[in-house]
Structures are given as C-alpha cells and as structure tokens.
C-alpha cells in the first residue's frame, strides 16, 4: 500500500465535486492485483488507520481523477490542424490519405507509442479511441497500451465504401477482423474492445447489419462511431438511407444503440433522436475544439439534459485541436455559453470537469472503475500544480471558491499543469 497527502478532488454519486484541501489518497491491490483506491479524505481523519503505510507529501499539489477522454483518433495524431472548409473534404484530402499509411504496422506502433505518452503527458488515463481500417493498426495501439498498464479501448474501423483505395475495406472480411479483435483483446488486462464502423456514409448497409449483429453477440464489447455532425454529412445520409427515420435512426435500426455504444458529436439531432439515445443507454461524445475548428456548429447542451442524456467530452483529435483535457473543458464552456445567452447561465467548473473524468467514465459504463477516486476505484490520477505558470500561480493563490480555483485551471491550464501522472497498471508517468 502506499499514500498520497495532497489536496484531492474527487465526485460524489450526485455528480458534485469534493475537494479536500488537506487530504490523504491511500492506493493498494485489491483481490485481483488491480491497485484501486482503499481510502480517501481529510488527511487527520485518515492517518492513524494506516500505520506504517508509507505517504509520499505532494503538499501544493492537487490529486484529481485521471481523465477520460471518449472520443481520440490515434491515426490522426499528425493531422491536427489540417485546415478544411468542412469534414467531408477533411476526410478526404486529408484524413483518408494519412490513414492509409497504418498499413505500415511498423508505422502503426511508432505512431502508437507517441499517442499514447502524449495522452498520459496530458493527465489522461483511460481513452476510447478510433484505430484506422487496418487490423495491424488496432494490434500496434492494443500492444503499446497494454505495455503502459493503460485503460485503452479501441478497435478496426468498419468502412466498406465511399472511401478511397487504402483505407477501404472489404465487408465479409471486415466482421471477420472484427471478431478474431474481440477475441484476441477484449478483456485482456485492461484492454477493451469497440466495434467501430466509421459513420453511416462509408458503410454498407450490409456491413452496418454486420456490425449490430456483433454489438448483440458481445454485449460488454463497446460501439463508437460518428453521427449528426455536419450538415453536409446528414444530407448525405438522407440520400443514402432514405428509408430511415433519421442519422441516428440508421444505427438504431441495425441495433447500434445499446449501453456501451459512444456516439461521437450528436449535434444535429432532433428530440426523438435523443429520447433514443436516453431509452437506449447510448452517450454522446462532445467533441468541441473539433467542432469549432471544423465548424459543425454546437452541441446543445440543454436539449441534452432535457432528454437526460448521457454524455461527456472528447478531444476528437484530430479534428479536435488539442490533447488537453483543459483546452477540451474551455471549449465546452463556449460551447455551453451559446446555448444559454438567454439566462447568462452556462456549465460550471464542475460540471465540465465531471464531463472528463467521472462522467465520461459513466457514459462508457465504468462507473465506479475509473474517472474518480472514490474507494474501489482504479488508481489511475493525476497530480496537479496549481503554480505552473506564473499567472496561474497567482490566480489560483487568489481563488476564493472550489468554483474559482477550477476555472482558473480549466482557463488557463494545459500540460504543464500536469506534474505526473499515476496509472494503476504496472508503469508510472
Ligand atoms: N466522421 C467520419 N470520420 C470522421 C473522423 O475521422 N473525424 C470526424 N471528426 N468525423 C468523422
Ligand atoms: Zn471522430
């Protein structure tokens, strides 16, 4: 076992921070060897039921949950900030070309390993996260993450037309992949796998049939893909199925909508599209630095919560333009404000940093594993330093409130904020 004294935050079941300004975070293996929380509040409170556990001081630091990113394009970490008059001519002038070289699984497994270090330099512990077409893509990320001790979950993108030579791939063949993944991955240490067909427009309905018909067969198997995100792409849509009662409608009719499915963007939906993903268990990933840097438009925030549906943030990398958990919270924030110029009111600190940490966790169905350090948790955290720049060492030295002191970091903070960070697997950042 081993402890942490530091401040700490953390979320209670009603989603509202907890912060202990003097806390006590103590780690240690659980039945299975999984290193969770075993306790965690006021360090005076604590300490004299640990005897001889040793502490480690991070005083001036803050512990707070690992974040969850859900929804990361490992193959277009080098495409950040390809500029496009939209996603359609994104994917194709820019995305669909670089995402032919993870052919190269030597390529694949550089590419891997930088991603991944850069998500743990950046505080995030646990991520869901497109591979491209190529199976030796999703085996280089499985392989680099499972030698860090991440909570990683990916898998093969489904995309059998409307796609260049390269990345296309071949229907049967393409469940088939599929399914060799799961039973190779799924499950193994703290590894996950996602059935992941692209979007509707580069799928078959053939391969879509396919792709439910697995979400049915592997329950615990997660779903991603992309809906509702551009205007252009749901016309698009319409012509393609026009059978179908919406985007969303494409997936729900070949039974892509379950828990555990993570749809990334949903911002062009109408009220029974989201009554579905709420009767469903479905949950939106909001990615909005790539919504404003590709110009989708908003997720509506209000809307969402009306239907009480599940959601929480992503960086979407790389139409998203940031690793950054920070920059990814403040862009929600913009976002959150244009749905509520009426009222002035918008989404507070705690509210983003809940969307990614603890309920993204939720919207992936690990409530209670990961996103918090509330006891069972995995002990996957980040350590914090709330003086890394000198404006936010002054900032923060003036935050009167919980409220103040996390905007101040959500605004103003990036990497450097994150001084380490702590996974519960074998290896440490
Ligand atoms: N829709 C289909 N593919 C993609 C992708 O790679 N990125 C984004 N943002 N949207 C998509
Ligand atoms: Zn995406």
């Known amino acids: 076992m081993k402890a942490y004294r530091a401040a700490i935050l953390r979320f209670a079941d009603d989603q509202t921070p907890v912060y202990e300004p003097d806390g006590l975070l103590v780690v240690g293996p659980d039945a299975t060897g999984q290193r969770v929380v075993r306790a965690v509040g006021d360090h005076a409170a604590l300490v004299g039921r640990f005897p001889g556990v040793a502490i480690e001081d991070l005083r001036g630091h803050i512990i707070a949950p690992g974040f969850v990113d859900l929804h990361i394009h490992y193959p277009q970490t080098d495409v950040i900030g390809a500029p496009a008059a939209g996603l359609l001519p994104w994917l194709e002038n820019y995305t669909f070309p670089h995402e032919s070289r993870f052919s190269d699984p030597g390529y694949a497994r550089g590419v891997a390993e930088f991603f991944l270090d850069e998500l743990l330099r950046h505080g995030v512990t646990t991520a869901l996260a497109f591979a491209t077409s190529h199976p030796s893509s999703v085996n280089a990320m499985f392989e680099a993450a499972r030698a860090r001790g991440v909570r990683l979950i990916t898998g093969k993108v489904l995309q059998d037309r409307h796609s260049p030579d390269g990345v296309r791939d071949d229907t049967e063949q393409s469940l088939i992949d599929t399914e060799t993944l799961i039973q190779r991955w799924h499950g193994v240490d703290r590894l996950g796998y996602a059935i992941t067909p692209r979007f509707a427009p580069t799928s078959s309905p053939e391969q879509l049939r396919g792709a439910g018909e697995l979400a049915a067969r592997y329950p615990s198997v997660w779903v991603q893909s992309h809906v509702a995100e551009n205007r252009d792409e749901v ?16 997936y729900a009719d070949v ?12 911002i062009h939906l109408d009220a029974a599209d989201r009554a579905l993903m709420e009767q469903t268990g479905a949950a939106a990933a909001i990615s909005p630095t ?5 110009g989708s438009g908003f997720f509506d925030y209000a809307a969402a919560d009306a239907a009480s549906m599940r959601y929480g943030l992503a960086s979407d990398v790389g139409g998203g333009t940031s690793f950054s958990p920070f920059h990814t919270m403040l862009a929600a924030y913009y976002v959150g404000r244009e749905g509520h110029t009426k009222t002035g009111l918008s989404l507070t600190p705690g509210q983003l940093w809940w969307q990614h940490s603890a309920g993204a966790a939720l919207a992936l169905g690990l409530a209670g594993v990961v996103g918090n350090l509330q006891p069972g948790c995995e002990a996957d955290f980040v350590v914090l330093n709330p003086q890394a720049t000198p404006l936010l060492a002054r900032k923060t030295e003036q935050a009167n409130s919980l409220d103040e002191l996390l905007f101040a970091l959500i605004v103003l903070g990036d990497d450097r904020v994150v001084a380490r960070t702590v996974i519960a697997g074998p290896s440490t950042h």
């Open 290 to 294: 790539s919504n404003l840097f590709l």
């Open 255 to 266: 039974g892509l909508l379950r828990e555990r499915a993570i749809y990334a963007h949903c």
């Open 235 to 250: 016309r698009w849509v319409a012509e393609l199925f026009p059978h179908a009662r919406s985007y969303l409608g494409v």
